[in-house]
């Protein structure tokens, strides 16, 4: 298995940034794919981006492209989601989540963190 746990939500102006952290232990070695997630208050959870651990390679919700960079550092086991001209409509508690190897889901996630853009 592997354990996730991220860090870096708070409160932040709109327009703002933000810089979320995912640390990843355990059996890293499996990792295939690294993804964000978030969900908002009284709506389903939403996918946000993910990248392949071992290229880099990344993808992004349209809802997010070209204001939040994901990126990795294999030596820290740790993936960043760089957020940037945050919006009111970011506001939600962000997970990660890995997909190993072999898999076809996302079958570990972390505890999340709460983001939440002011006015």
């Known amino acids: 298995q592997v354990q996730l746990v991220e860090s870096g939500g708070g409160l932040v102006q709109a327009g703002g940034s933000l810089r979320l952290s995912c640390a990843a232990s355990g059996r890293t070695f499996s990792v295939y794919t690294m993804g964000w997630f978030r969900q908002a208050p009284g709506k389903e959870r939403e996918f946000v981006g993910r990248i392949r651990w071992s290229s880099g390679n990344t993808y992004y919700a349209d809802s997010v492209k070209g204001r939040f960079t994901m990126s990795r550092d294999n030596a820290k086991n740790t993936v960043y989601l760089q957020m940037n001209s945050l919006k009111l409509e970011d506001t939600a508690v962000y997970y990660c989540?890995?997909?190993?190897?072999?898999?076809?889901?996302?079958?570990?996630w972390g505890q999340g963190t709460q983001v939440t853009v002011s006015s």
């Open positions: 989540a890995a997909q190993l190897l072999g898999g076809t889901l996302y079958d570990c």
